[in-house]
């Protein structure tokens, strides 16, 4: 008998802890903040965390947090990495507009999950596309003009850049069209105060992920899709500079003559070819030309300076490496702060 009860105990410790795995709550760096509304809390929310290697983000996550509470927050324990997050509950939904956000051992606290009516205002207009997607872009309700579509085949490209497919405007009625082959894709919509196609969003911006992605196109099909949009909050900027805390990169970037360069990033690598896209991106300079970008641990990264994003730069882009080192490598150990790190870009030719 005393043999019996220990395999039911082993059991249940082992059903238990897998319990906990399956329901989002395994040991690891904790992932709370608050669910919100047009800037109330908002209750009843489930967060979920899909790792950034998924294939889909169709199945069921792998990682949820218990529903919000009555004020918003949540809390979720996750391994360290990389993950795309979703929230869903009471007919609202949101696709975290910084995705993926990465999770280092130190954790993330005190994010704002932004939610949007999960709207279901299809367009009737007749459609000009013969096989694709026929969509409204809205804003609480209201048509939003001026946004641009995006359709991403699969996860790979993280859903950033201009994808398999882009059009727009939106009209004033904030309908556009893509015209699409039959196959399956990921459709989110942007609009950028500056009227880029590309890049980072920043405050002022709108940032719309269709809830029911991905969507199954068939040949000679048009379907008819409401994406609902949310506007990119001020403190955005700043969460994205201290997101990860405790590890960062400082400095400056420079022209050839030495003076500071507005309005340039500087993109990290771990791949010393530095050829596809970086692991980590900073926010523009300003007019002094300093940057200062986190990063969720220690490693050895390579680093470069440039004004555009997407591709490799062009003729009449800046561009630079950074020349510490003969490999363009900067080693940084977890929780140092590196300052003085000094870039120097030139134009493209």
């Not at 919509?189 to 709108?206: I, T």
């Given at each position: 008998?005393?043999?019996?009860?220990?395999?039911?105990?082993?059991?249940?410790?082992?059903?238990?802890?897998?319990?906990?795995?399956?329901?989002?709550?395994?040991?690891?760096?904790?992932?709370?903040?608050?669910?919100?509304?047009?800037?109330?809390?908002?209750?009843?929310?489930?967060?979920?965390?899909?790792?950034?290697?998924?294939?889909?983000?169709?199945?069921?996550?792998?990682?949820?947090?218990?529903?919000?509470?009555?004020?918003?927050?949540?809390?979720?324990?996750?391994?360290?990495?990389?993950?795309?997050?979703?929230?869903?509950?009471?007919?609202?939904?949101?696709?975290?507009?910084?995705?993926?956000?990465?999770?280092?051992?130190?954790?993330?606290?005190?994010?704002?999950?932004?939610?949007?009516?999960?709207?279901?205002?299809?367009?009737?207009?007749?459609?000009?596309?013969?096989?694709?997607?026929?969509?409204?872009?809205?804003?609480?309700?209201?048509?939003?003009?001026?946004?641009?579509?995006?359709?991403?085949?699969?996860?790979?490209?993280?859903?950033?850049?201009?994808?398999?497919?882009?059009?727009?405007?939106?009209?004033?009625?904030?309908?556009?069209?893509?015209?699409?082959?039959?196959?399956?894709?990921?459709?989110?919509?942007r609009k950028r105060a500056d009227g880029s196609g590309v890049g980072p969003l920043r405050a002022g911006d709108f940032t719309g992920y269709y809830p029911g992605n991905p969507v199954q196109v068939h040949?000679?099909?048009?379907?008819?899709?409401?994406?609902?949009?949310?506007?990119?909050?001020?403190?955005?900027?700043?969460?994205?500079?201290?997101?990860?805390?405790?590890?960062?990169?400082?400095?400056?970037?420079?022209?050839?003559?030495?003076?500071?360069?507005?309005g340039a990033r500087v993109v990290v690598y771990r791949d010393s070819r530095m050829l596809n896209r970086p692991d980590y991106v900073s926010n523009p300079t300003g007019a002094n030309g300093r940057?200062?970008?986190?990063?969720?641990?220690?490693?050895?990264?390579?680093?470069?300076?440039?004004?555009?994003?997407?591709?490799?730069?062009?003729?009449?882009?800046?561009?630079?490496?950074?020349?510490?080192?003969?490999?363009?490598?900067?080693?940084?150990?977890?929780?140092?702060?590196?300052?003085?790190?000094?870039?120097?870009?030139?134009?493209?030719?």
């Amino acid at each position: 008998m005393r043999v019996v009860a220990c395999f039911f105990l082993l059991l249940i410790l082992f059903f238990s802890a897998g319990c906990s795995w399956l329901g989002g709550t395994p040991a690891g760096p904790l992932l709370s903040g608050r669910t919100m509304l047009h800037g109330q809390p908002a209750a009843g929310i489930r967060v979920e965390a899909y790792p950034a290697g998924s294939y889909s983000l169709a199945e069921p996550a792998p990682y949820a947090s218990p529903a919000s509470d009555a004020e918003g927050r949540f809390a979720l324990h996750l391994p360290a990495g990389r993950y795309y997050l979703l929230a869903r509950g009471r007919g609202l939904f949101a696709y975290y507009g910084r995705n993926p956000v990465i999770l280092g051992e130190e954790g993330v606290r005190d994010l704002n999950i932004g939610l949007v009516r999960d709207a279901k205002q299809e367009p009737e207009l007749d459609p000009m596309v013969v096989s694709g997607a026929l969509i409204r872009v809205s804003l609480n309700g209201e048509p939003l003009p001026g946004a641009t579509l995006y359709a991403y085949l699969d996860l790979t490209s993280e859903m950033k850049g201009m994808g398999y497919a882009m059009t727009g405007p939106s009209d004033d009625e904030g309908i556009a069209e893509l015209a699409l082959p039959a196959g399956t894709y990921y459709l989110l919509a942007r609009k950028r105060a500056d009227g880029s196609g590309v890049g980072p969003l920043r405050a002022g911006d709108f940032t719309g992920y269709y809830p029911g992605n991905p969507v199954q196109v068939h040949e000679g099909e048009v379907l008819r899709l409401d994406i609902p949009m949310l506007q990119v909050p001020e403190k955005s900027a700043d969460l994205q500079q201290s997101l990860f805390g405790r590890t960062s990169l400082a400095g400056v970037i420079r022209d050839s003559s030495g003076k500071p360069v507005s309005g340039a990033r500087v993109v990290v690598y771990r791949d010393s070819r530095m050829l596809n896209r970086p692991d980590y991106v900073s926010n523009p300079t300003g007019a002094n030309g300093r940057f200062l970008i986190s990063l969720p641990e220690g490693g050895r990264y390579y680093l470069a300076g440039r004004n555009t994003l997407g591709g490799a730069p062009g003729p009449g882009d800046l561009y630079g490496t950074w020349n510490g080192s003969d490999d363009h490598s900067l080693v940084v150990k977890t929780g140092q702060h590196l300052r003085d790190i000094e870039i120097v870009v030139e134009e493209m030719w």
